[in-house]
């Protein structure tokens, strides 16, 4: 029998929130299902990218770098690598989120993202940080492989502009990845939206190419390209040389990001096409 002074456990009223601010539990939760996710096969999404980032490492510099040709002062093995790497982060950081949500919708396993308490914003921290996780990871493979290849020196000379740039590029692809992720209804559209877009953006950035040696017009729209700001920023941690000014290149990504953040946040809180 319960004695009268035995109290039973303490719930909350009707009405009163169980989760004030922070769903902490269920934010770690779900970025741990995305890291998860593509670690599995990490084969795939981790050493692949460095394979094939040192195979257009060897192909470029055979190709243009046998006459000792400098840019931006220093050997155009030496200049590429670090395009290459960043390269190899912001493309997996896309991947990472519209691949996420579009199988999820195809699946029809989005219900069992939506359904938990969480808000707009811890479901996209929960998929940003799995973005940038696995850019950080492939970046940090793609440079432990071309620090020992033979021909290209990738030495830090400074970790701010590596750590910033390289956040905020994959920040910015993951944020257009979970607007291709929210807007496609298949497959078809994601690939669309990677060749189409993606891919040209960054090859167009000046990653294997220095702008300053275009002309005046084609240097001013290369300069339009926010790919551009993050590959140059990003380049100029390793090598000590920007071909842009790094001060507006930094607050232009900053300004991007924020905008991005808020167009994802309305459409991830409105339900828009992952409702349905």
């Avoid at 470029?60 to 931006?72: D, Y």
């Avoid at 497959?187 to 990653?207: E, K, M, R, W």
């Avoid at 017009?217 to 290369?222: E, L, N």
């Amino acid at each position: 029998m319960m004695h009268a002074d035995n109290k039973l456990p303490a719930h909350p009223e009707p009405g009163v929130p169980v989760i004030a601010r922070l769903n902490s539990e269920g934010l770690k939760t779900l970025y741990l299902k995305e890291v998860r996710r593509f670690f599995k096969v990490q084969l795939q999404t981790i050493w692949a990218p460095a394979v094939t980032t040192l195979l257009f490492l060897v192909i470029f510099a055979v190709a243009l770098g046998r006459g000792k040709t400098l840019i931006l002062g220093v050997p155009y093995a030496d200049f590429l690598g670090p395009g290459l790497i960043i390269m190899g982060m912001i493309q997996n950081s896309f991947a990472n989120t519209s691949s996420s949500i579009l199988v999820a919708k195809v699946q029809g396993s989005i219900i069992d993202v939506l359904m938990p308490p969480l808000s707009a914003g811890e479901l996209m921290l929960a998929w940003v940080g799995g973005a940038l996780t696995r850019a950080w990871l492939v970046g940090c493979a793609v440079w432990a492989v071309m620090a020992v290849a033979p021909g290209v020196d990738v030495p830090i000379r400074n970790p701010l502009l590596i750590v910033y740039f390289g956040t905020m590029g994959a920040l910015l692809l993951a944020l257009l990845g979970i607007l291709t992720g929210i807007w496609a209804d298949k497959f078809d559209h994601a690939a669309a939206a990677t060749n189409f877009v993606i891919q040209p953006l960054t090859l167009l950035s000046g990653t294997f190419y220095a702008v300053e040696r275009l002309g005046p017009t084609v240097a001013s729209i290369a300069h339009m390209n926010p790919f551009f700001h993050i590959i140059d920023g990003f380049r100029a941690g390793f090598i000590g040389v920007s071909d842009g000014p790094l001060g507006q290149s930094a607050v232009l990504l900053a300004i991007t990001n924020a905008v991005l953040w808020v167009v994802c946040y309305r459409l991830v809180k409105s339900g828009w096409k992952l409702r349905a």
